[in-house]
């Protein structure tokens, strides 16, 4: 017995589905000038994994993921499972305006500031962007609004407020999302926090260079990936013994790529007005 589910796909209709993925744009820009020159972007179909440690920006990049593939006319979930609209709100125009954060939620702006924030929201209305700001959703109301939908890139900020038990289940999640991907057609960005490597010294940063180990779930999650990034903030001991001052420079890695050969290292700094990372 086979499940009436399973629907092939007959040679003649080969055609007709490459034509529909190249006139929806067959690859999704990875928003930077140096790996845009060097690798091909995401796939429709991709599962990438983005992995930086706790408080190193995994939320700003997803937004700057956000707004580079709106920019590009394509039509974009957002799921935000730690933050509220506010929240995001107030990132969104310190991204687009330039206008420091603190400004931002202190509404201390200039006329010139409100001119700026009135261009920003005139553009964002012209996305098609749904954001999704709440922390009990799944992989299923993922699953059902995709299949309603059908977005172009889906973007989870961030995988450890999923509901599981242990790391075992991370792997399965991760799976879970590459085979809506698959089923649907889209990218899937799943940003996630990183490991930190546990040692023996205090005078070791735990915090060093990350690898797919470094996953929640190892190598085993990264199997399911397409694509892994990783954004590794650098960070100097404090007074105290920690590791918890970071110098606002890091290295985009691109651990693991579908098309193109994984390696590239990109210097970044942290532009802390626009609340981003860009290339140094």
């Not at 990183?194 to 010294?201: R, W």
Request: negative net charge.
């Amino acid at each position: 017995y086979m499940s009436s589910s399973y629907m092939g796909v007959s040679g003649a209709d080969l055609a007709a589905s490459w034509d529909t993925r190249h006139s929806s744009g067959p690859r999704i820009a990875y928003n930077w000038r140096t790996p845009e020159a060097v690798l091909s972007g995401r796939g429709r179909g991709d599962l990438s994994i983005w992995g930086l440690y706790t408080s190193d920006g995994k939320s700003t990049i997803a937004l700057r993921n956000v707004v580079g593939a709106c920019r590009a006319g394509l039509k974009v979930m957002f799921v935000l499972l730690e933050m509220t609209d506010d929240q995001i709100t107030a990132r969104l125009l310190a991204y687009m305006t330039g206008i420091d954060m603190g400004r931002l939620e202190r509404d201390e702006l200039s006329l010139e500031d409100k001119a700026k924030i009135e261009e920003a929201f005139k553009e964002i209305s012209e996305w098609n962007l749904m954001i999704y700001c709440d922390p009990s959703m799944n992989v299923a109301d993922i699953r059902a609004i995709q299949m309603r939908e059908r977005f172009d890139l889906i973007v989870v900020d961030y995988l450890q407020r999923m509901d599981f038990k242990d790391f075992s289940e991370v792997p399965r999640i991760a799976k879970q999302l590459k085979n809506i991907a698959l089923t649907t057609k889209c990218s899937i960005d799943l940003f996630s926090q990183l490991t930190p490597k546990g040692l023996d010294s205090r005078s070791q940063n735990p915090f060093s260079k990350p690898d797919n180990n470094s996953l929640y779930g190892g190598k085993a999650t990264a199997f399911e990936a397409d694509n892994v990034i990783f954004l590794w903030a650098h960070r100097q001991m404090d007074q105290d013994g920690g590791w918890n001052n970071r110098t606002g420079y890091g290295t985009l890695i691109f651990a693991k790529v579908r098309q193109g050969r994984p390696g590239l290292e990109v210097n970044m700094q942290f532009d802390h007005n626009r609340i981003q990372w860009e290339e140094a």
